[in-house]
């Protein structure tokens, strides 16, 4: 999802960027010959999208999550260093306990509990530690077009069920990926400018709320009539841990572009009317 819309967003400023994207079969970031694919294609910078997303599924495939999350970020990072050039990381929320009682700020201490979090936290790590020129940047909730996401899938058991029931005591905040990526466009146009500001950020769509309260804003916007029904966490049973906090400060990125990302009502509003 973020990926189509990225290049879709850098498409736009073609008199400012050349855009290479790739995805598998030509690049798989988890082989031997990945660095030297990259560095054959010979990037000013790097956005590193590629991992692996699927929380649950993380926890019974330990090892095919740590070959992407990990060892595929160590490849592109070793050819980012080989190249000498910036990379982009896209990390997440899931880096966090959850045990916190306000939003995480960039510079608190990760300390994931799911397999998933701990592979994207090494893949950070392995950025910090081969790299000086970065961006890490924490999001959370992604939906958009092209993907299976939250929206989507509320939709389509909204469509199927008189009711459904969804998590309420996971609190977190949503990105319409559309948002991520003009942010990323204004993150990596203001540093390729001035060469600086990389560092790690925090960004989402502005405020919080939890699963539940947004399962019943997707289905009141899309007039379906489905009931909302909270459940906990326990009740959801599932294989990996989530945070019940995973709420993200955006401080590093409100303090570099004095403006926040919009509220994830306009941002929900919008891609419901664009790709429904």
């Not at 960004?203 to 007039?223: D, L």
Request: positive net charge; proline residues 4%.
């Amino acid at each position: 999802m973020l990926g189509k819309a990225l290049v879709n967003k850098l498409t736009t400023n073609q008199s400012r960027f050349t855009i290479i994207p790739t995805d598998l079969p030509d690049l798989d970031i988890t082989q031997s010959k990945a660095p030297e694919k990259i560095i054959n294609l010979k990037p000013t910078l790097v956005i590193h999208l590629a991992a692996y997303t699927n929380v649950d599924r993380a926890e019974l495939n330990s090892n095919g999550v740590w070959k992407v999350n990990s060892l595929g970020t160590r490849n592109v990072a070793l050819a980012c260093q080989k190249l000498k050039v910036p990379i982009l990381y896209i990390s997440t929320d899931y880096i966090f306990d959850g045990e916190k009682n306000t939003p995480y700020v960039e510079w608190d201490l990760p300390n994931p509990i799911s397999i998933y979090g701990t592979t994207k936290l090494e893949g950070e790590l392995w950025v910090k530690n081969l790299l000086s020129e970065y961006w890490i940047l924490r999001t959370s909730g992604l939906y958009g077009k092209g993907g299976k996401n939250f929206v989507s899938a509320i939709i389509e058991n909204a469509q199927k069920n008189h009711e459904i029931k969804v998590v309420a005591d996971q609190i977190c905040c949503t990105t319409y990926t559309n948002d991520l990526a003009l942010a990323i466009l204004q993150l990596i146009t203001h540093n390729l400018q001035l060469t600086t500001n990389f560092g790690v950020y925090h960004i989402t769509n502005s405020e919080w709320t939890t699963w539940y309260e947004f399962a019943q804003a997707i289905v009141k916007a899309t007039s379906l009539r489905c009931k909302v029904l909270p459940i906990n966490s326990q009740e959801l049973n599932r294989p990996a841990k989530r945070p019940n906090n995973s709420r993200l400060c955006n401080f590093t990125w409100e303090r570099t572009f004095r403006k926040p990302l919009r509220n994830w009502k306009e941002a929900l509003s919008e891609y419901l009317k664009v790709h429904r």
